[in-house]
């Protein structure tokens, strides 16, 4: 900052006083002063600097002696919230001493000080010490001042009255007519009703503007021209130090007053044009212009000011510069950068190459292929749209067990339908240019992560996705250095898909999907007819579990529906328990390259016993099952004859067998075969029987009774009830001991139930079980009793573990106990004993729609099984071990990341295929 410095010693004659409120002309004049104009509060007031030592540098205010000029308009506040107007020609005034005098070296002379302590003097400018008191006076714009003269009028006052006469005469300011005085008020707008239209209005171009007063460092008052708005300006993008009330004092952030002093000396009451880029509140966001530069790349290099993710993304040019510029400050260790570390980032291999993308797994993750691996790479900066936040349960719901949140199917999710519908359409089977922006380590339960940019062409693929709506932009902390190449393009796209409502920015029409997950026999016989009698259905192919064995999206029916491509048989791709049949894996890879997340025709023919639909699968013009058949990797299956098209499938497989391709390497025309008799292995013995499930302990353990329970349970409560009714227990009277069984008053409902104890710490903590249902609670001496004679006998309640499962790991456990409890519950369930160890009795429990429970845990992917090597369980373990696969090849809960049970590549958190 450029400040002058007083002369040690001053020539020239004295400036005369001019005040007529002087004492004579024949008293010594007053002394001359040196500084420099910091504001104007008025035409006839402003507020001096001194020189700067070391700091921000003394004010003073100083009036102009003599002169009264049109007063100003005042801001409405809460000790006088009515609106003031200016007087006539006041904006005038103040403008024209303004651009007179802010920021300019002026010599000053105190005249006379009134016991307020304000002081009255005149000040000249220039080189030729041009008198501003005259020249306000020259131009109409302030009137002398009556009465205030002591004596006889001195020669400068009698000068200045001659100079107001001639304005007077010329009619000038406000000496004006009462049409020109009245043209010269101002209409200031105080408050805005609309902020947001305001910014609309302006279109992103510069708006005139002249800054009144600076909060700190990145606030400024501002009023804008022509309309005249006083409003509160912040930069956009960066945050400077600021000022925090501490009672009556405002307590400076360290570099809060540089900062505001670094502003000041260069915007203070200057014109400046600014581009208005959002709204916050009553505040605006923008961008300060000076003909000098851009105030937030000077406070950014300078290290005052650092830069803010909320807003950043509304800065509508230059960000490339102000990163360079705090980049700058960082490198330089200046002011509030003075402690920072800079990250040393991991050295990458192959940060850039060029990939295929093979499948979308959501708007935040895509798999690639490249040099013949896929590679699982999640787009850098960006969140997928998220569940909304559930309402406040009501009270009766509030005091029930906390259970966790079952996970919603993609399309429940608001905007996430729509999000990686159009990630699919616009990447599936592209080329993209890959460029890794950085690896984040493993944490929290989630495997490595490669983040990157994807481009197509030009196209920055996340910002595609944000600028649509359809995701949101990850704000880091202060320290976190890891983010999107393009990060500032991401946030400017996130301002303007908000600024226009857009996807999950939209406050209202947001989209709803109801779709049918087809998964039972029921369900699918109950939809054949209209698949079949639709003909070609457009389908978009959402998983392919084997080569010939796909998950199916009908949009039109609303439906996703597991389908098996008609007449032929492939061979199994492996998995982390089984390894691949010959030409398996392959078989599956056409089938993925073909058909995943492509739009399809399928062609309903019927359903299979497991309510699987069978028919036709058209990628264009290719027959999807023919296209198997041509490359060798199906065979023909014996019902073939009897499904549509299969005159061409028997070419198709006649054209691989002919030229021995694949599966028919070494093929030989096959002779009558003689099937050996199989030995049978010893039958599991099946004798459901049914229980209502009274307790879930964990994701394996519940307790039930018969069903013949029932009465027995009536009659222990009723002898319990009136024995207690006939002779109340003493509270507090009973010392339990552990193994009794005792009565025990449950906390919910206040009634006496059979309980046996657990464990005594002490007579304040007492651990029962209550044994006929299978619950625990601790309680006091007060809540326990003597059981009264009669209810004796054994516990109706006996406990049960769900055979083959294995407990998820960390967050999942929660899941697969909410999925039981909701399955099996205060429900009647069958359950066949499978095995025993020791007193334990280990079940298949089937629920009240006759599904497996223990199954259906594992399909969810919510737990996992280990099989028995029993014979008689084989035909059971072959089911287990089917859905476990389903669960892999759907990702489905614990899968949802890779198989865990073997060593995935850390690097791209997947194994290969």
């Known amino acids: 900052v450029c400040l002058f410095r007083r002369p040690e010693h001053t020539s020239g004659s004295r400036i005369p006083a001019m005040s007529a409120a002087a004492p004579a002309a024949s008293a010594p004049a007053p002394k001359e002063q040196y500084g420099r104009v910091k504001q104007v509060l008025s035409g006839d007031t402003i507020i001096i600097q001194g020189p700067s030592r070391g700091g921000p540098p003394p004010e003073r205010t100083l009036s102009l002696s003599g002169i009264s000029a049109p007063r100003l308009a005042r801001r409405p506040n809460p000790k006088d919230p009515s609106e003031s107007k200016d007087e006539p020609f006041a904006w005038e005034s103040r403008e024209f001493l303004r651009k007179l005098l802010v920021g300019k070296d002026i010599v000053f002379t105190v005249e006379y000080k009134v016991p307020s302590g304000r002081e009255f003097g005149s000040v000249f400018v220039g080189p030729n010490k041009e008198n501003v008191t005259q020249a306000l006076v020259k131009e ?53 009703e609309n902020p947001r239209t305001l910014v609309d209005s302006t279109k992103g171009k510069p708006v005139d503007a002249v800054v009144e007063s600076i909060r700190d460092g990145a606030t400024l008052r501002v009023t804008l021209l022509p309309g005249h708005q006083n409003v509160t300006v912040v ?79 509304n800065v509508s040019s230059g960000r490339e510069r102000l990163r360079a510029a705090e980049n700058t400050a960082k490198a330089n260790k200046v002011r509030l950068w003075t402690d920072h570390k800079v990250s040393e980032k991991a050295l990458i291999a192959d940060r850039d190459f060029t990939a295929v993308v093979e499948e979308v797994v959501n708007p935040e993750c895509v798999v690639v292929s490249h040099n013949g691996e896929s590679k699982k790479v999640f787009l850098s900066s960006i969140r997928q749209p998220r569940p909304p936040k559930e309402e406040a349960a009501p009270a009766a719901a509030a005091a029930a067990p906390a259970s966790a949140k079952k996970r919603q199917n993609y399309w429940e999710i608001p905007w996430m339908f729509e999000a990686r519908d159009f990630m699919r359409k616009k990447l599936v089977g592209q080329k993209v240019q890959v460029h890794i922006d950085f690896i984040k ?144 894996d392959e078989a599956l890879a056409l089938t993925r390259s073909l058909a995943l997340q492509h739009d399809v025709e399928v062609e309903i023919e019927e359903i299979d016993k497991n309510g699987a639909f069978v028919g036709h699968v058209y990628v264009g013009s290719t027959n999807l099952s023919a296209a198997l058949l041509t490359n060798g990797y199906a065979k023909l299956h014996p019902s073939s004859e009897r499904y549509k098209n299969s005159g061409t499938l028997s070419v198709a497989e006649a054209e691989a067998k002919n030229i021995r391709k694949n599966i028919w390497a070494g093929f030989v025309e096959p002779v009558a075969e003689v099937k050996q008799a199989e030995e049978e292995p010893r039958q599991r013995k099946i004798d459901y029987k049914s229980v209502l499930v009274t307790e879930v302990a964990d994701t394996t353990t519940f307790w039930a009774q018969d069903s013949s329970a029932s009465s027995q349970l009536d009659t222990i409560m009723q002898t319990i009830s009136s024995a207690f009714e006939q002779n109340p227990p003493l509270a507090g009277a009973h010392t339990a001991k552990r193994g009794e069984l005792l009565a025990a008053k449950f906390s919910a409902d206040g009634q006496w139930y059979r309980a046996r104890v657990l464990k005594v710490q002490g007579q304040s903590a007492i651990d029962v079980v209550y044994v006929d249902f299978g619950n625990k609670e601790t309680l006091t001496n007060e809540s326990i009793a003597a059981l009264p004679s009669g209810v004796n006998g054994p516990a109706l309640a006996s406990e049960y573990r769900i055979g083959f499962l294995v407990a998820p790991p960390g967050e999942w456990a929660a899941d697969a106990l909410t999925f039981l409890r909701d399955s099996i519950l205060n429900h009647t369930v069958s359950i066949n004993v499978e095995y025993r160890d020791g007193p334990t009795e280990f079940v298949t429990v089937l629920d009240e729609n006759n599904q497996d429970v223990g199954k259906e845990l594992v399909e969810q992917g919510l737990m996992t099984f280990k099989a028995r090597s029993s014979a008689h369980l084989a035909a059971l373990m072959k089911e287990y071990g089917t859905a476990q696969q389903n669960a892999k090849a759907t990702r489905q809960g614990i899968w949802m990341y890779g198989d865990i049970s073997e060593d995935d590549a850390k690097e791209f958190g997947r194994g290969r295929p």
């Open 140 to 192: 109409g714009l302030a009137a002398i001042r009556e009465g205030s003269g002591k004596g006889g009028p001195s020669a400068q006052a009698v000068e200045l009255a001659g100079i107001a006469s001639g304005a007077q005469s010329a009619k000038k300011g406000i000496h004006g007519s009462p049409e020109s005085l009245a043209a010269h008020v101002r209409n200031v707008v105080w408050n805005l």
């Open 235 to 313: 930069l956009s993008g960066i945050k400077t130090p600021t000022f925090k009330k501490v009672g009556d004092k405002d307590i400076p952030e360290p570099y809060a007053e540089e900062a505001k002093f670094f502003v000041e000396t260069r915007l203070l009451q200057r014109d400046v044009k600014i581009v208005l880029e959002g709204a916050t509140g009553q505040n605006l966001l923008g961008t300060v212009l000076h003909p000098k530069g851009n105030i937030s790349e000077l406070l950014l290099e300078n290290g005052y000011a650092k830069i803010v993710d909320w807003s950043f993304g």
């Open 441 to 584: 380590p493993a944490a929290d339960g989630f495997p490595t992560r490669v983040c990157a940019t994807l481009k197509v062409g030009d196209i920055n693929v996340a910002e595609a996705l944000v600028s649509k709506g359809f995701a949101t932009v990850v704000r880091y902390r202060e320290s976190e250095e890891d983010r999107a190449s393009g990060y500032d393009d991401l946030l400017a796209a996130e301002a303007r898909a908000a600024k226009n409502l857009k996807g999950v920015h939209a406050q209202k029409d947001i989209p709803v999907h109801r779709i049918n997950d087809v998964t039972t026999r029921a369900i699918a016989e109950k939809l054949l007819p209209s698949f079949t009698r639709a003909g070609r259905l457009q389908g978009v192919v959402e998983h392919v579990q084997s080569g010939s064995r796909l998950r199916v999206l009908i949009p039109k029916e609303s439906s996703v529906v597991t389908l098996l491509l008609a007449g032929i048989s492939c061979p199994r791709s492996g998995s982390a328990d089984k390894p691949a049949e010959p030409y398996g």
